[in-house]
């Protein structure tokens, strides 16, 4: 009987073991109860640090071809064409970022990230044309055109939270609309554009979403990163 | 005339041109003093310390020997409208600082400088940038060191983000970089600090002065000055934790030693703990030898006969004698006469001699050589006694035996009190002891039987003997006679009377004439006693007192039919 009870026992342990194991956290998108859903700053955290990774990319590959491709100092940090997401009013200054309402903000995170789809891609498929670009830089081509996004998907999902705390208004722009909007002049820009100005595009354009993020979590969520 | 004035004209343009030439000559040596053209100045660097304003410098060229002025222009991108240079005071020499409102992020600035003189101008090649690469801040503000006390001592680096540049927006995100080093060492430290505002060094080394100085970075872009250095003195300390581990190894090894070097001392005593002697079999009247044989029925006759009593056969008495052999490193026996004598016998006759197994020889001889040599080997050895019968010839009789007359000898069931065996088994005794007893040879050794021979003795003992059992002394007569009385027998006070002084236990020192013990005075603690054997046909029935080595009396009958 004693053998019998101990056993006993020692299963019941087991199994609340691993009930304790097994108990992760699934994230809920629409904060569900039961759900153990992250916090605001969290989402934030994420999706600076992607698109930190994001821009870092670009920087790479925008060096890489400076040295392989064009060696001649006149066209290094020039180009002729405005990128294609000229027509999207991004703040050129801090006061001008500041100066937006946090909706506008994020709506032009939103429109910058919705314009760079289908130009990387079609980017990293020139890439992989390219005999003397290196594997590396094709993976890297292909991990950004990957990043751009999911880093939409995150910032959308930061977007509906900030919606649902009431941080922002309802007046944001659902995502089919922020594409409709796009000229279609940009697209046939973009194809045009050749491969260094699309990088070189697309840093800068990475860069302005990075910071972008960082002044909109710094005025919502106010931390110890600020 | 017309020739005079050709010739003053001509020689006044030889003097105007040699004139000339003479003031290019002095003009060409005078070099820069000369005038000329401007030289193509050099656009250097720009640097932007917080993303919201920046400045570039140019570096002149050679000025050709007439004031030069500069002037910058810029263009922005995608756009053919040319600025020109803000401010170019602000930044010092040969600088342009562009102030907020002509600081455009994320924007292509095209810039030139131009110098340009009486002479000539000359344009530096044109120069890209984007403020967002370009940034390089002013270095940390307010670094200080501080020595704090938590669990032990450490110091704590502390300081500022540089002022301008703005952090808490979120607009830049600074990482920092600290370099220690200690005051007499040659080499910096890197430590970096990451997002983070302060920093920790654990375990400052004690008495000496320390000097931090801290840099920052954006995160793309450059590195900026190191800070003005700071210093801290830490005092002379001993951290805690080090003093007691110290204390604790010393006075471990101290212990250490001790311990090892009483172990060197004591070693035999350690060995003999650590690993005991493994003792040899004894089991009173279990013969190892009878094992061997594999005669069962001896070996349960043997141990029957020592415990149990048996069914008390009154008419089926016969005095049989067990017979002690005994050595300490050989044999010795002791034996009993025929006629109910018993003689000790102390011999230290080896075992080559006498076997006292009459038994196939190769057994025996291997019987005796185990026994001798767990005899030589430990100083215990089993007391094992012998059944013998009277008169058996290869007993003979040591002259130098024990000078008592011990009536006989017989295994003794009774439990040796505790003070007197070392580590002994209740059915055995150590011969060392029985020999301390006795105060004469040792008695020690093995017994070997002879089989068949065995065979009847243990008939003969298990019939005959009683099972030994106390006897208690009731008075001493005046004769000195002991007056026994058996516990289980009440006639043996018929025989004897014997007072004591109130011990249980009396040394025998005589047997008179077969029924009369004579008592020593004083008590010895039992040990042995002893039965007497005598043989089953011959003797008449009687009782008969026997003395074991020490004088442990015991009564028993012998082929008694009447007590």
Redesign the interface.
Known sequence: CVLHCWSLFVLLLMCLDLHTLVESAPICAHGHTGCHSPTLSDLFDRVIQHS?RM?GLS?DLHSDFEQYFLPSRNQ????N??CHTAYIL?P????N??RLAREELTEVILKLLAAWRDPLSQFHRSMARHEDFTSISGNKALEMSDMVHQLKNGVEKVAEKMQLLGMISNSLMSLSSTEALAPHSASSEARSMSDYELLYCFR?DS??V??YL??????IVAEH?? | MEKGFARVWRKTGTRLTLLYLLLLLVGRMNGEAGVAPPGKPRLINCRSPE??TFTCWWEPGSSGGLPTSYTLFYRKE?SDVVYECPDYITAGDNSCFFD?NH??????Y?ITVVAQNALGNASSDPM?V?V?NIVQPHHPENVTVTLMQGENLYLQVKWQPPRMA??????I?LTYELLVKREEDDEWEEYFAG?QKQYQLFSPHPGETYMVKVRCKP??GYWSEWSATAYVDVPDYLPRERSVWMLLAVFSAFVFLIFMWVLALKKNRVKHCLLPPVPGPKIKGFDSCLLKMEKSEEIFNGLIGLGFRPPSDSGDLLVDYLEVSESIQSESRHSLSPNGKDQVKDSVADHSGGHLCDVPAILAEKCNKEMEAQGDVQTEESLETVGHLAGNDNHTPNPSAASSNQPCVQESPYHVPEESKQGLDPVTWDNDELSSYRGNAPVHGKSHFNSEYVTERWQGCLQVTKPTEYVEVQKVNQENTLILKPKAEEEMEDFLQLGLRGQDYSKVSELVNDHILLLERGSTTPNTYCGSLGSPVQQQPKQTLCQGPNGYVETFTVQSSSY
């Open positions: 930190a821009h920087s290094i940090g020039r180009i064409r405005k991004t050129n200054g801090k006061e970022a500041q800068r860069n302005k990075q910071n960082k002044i909109l979590k710094c005025r990163g600020c | 993303k919201e995608n907020k600081t455009s992020i994320w924007v292509n095209n890209d984007d967002m703005d952090t808490r927006s979120g607009w995100t997002l995160d793309h």
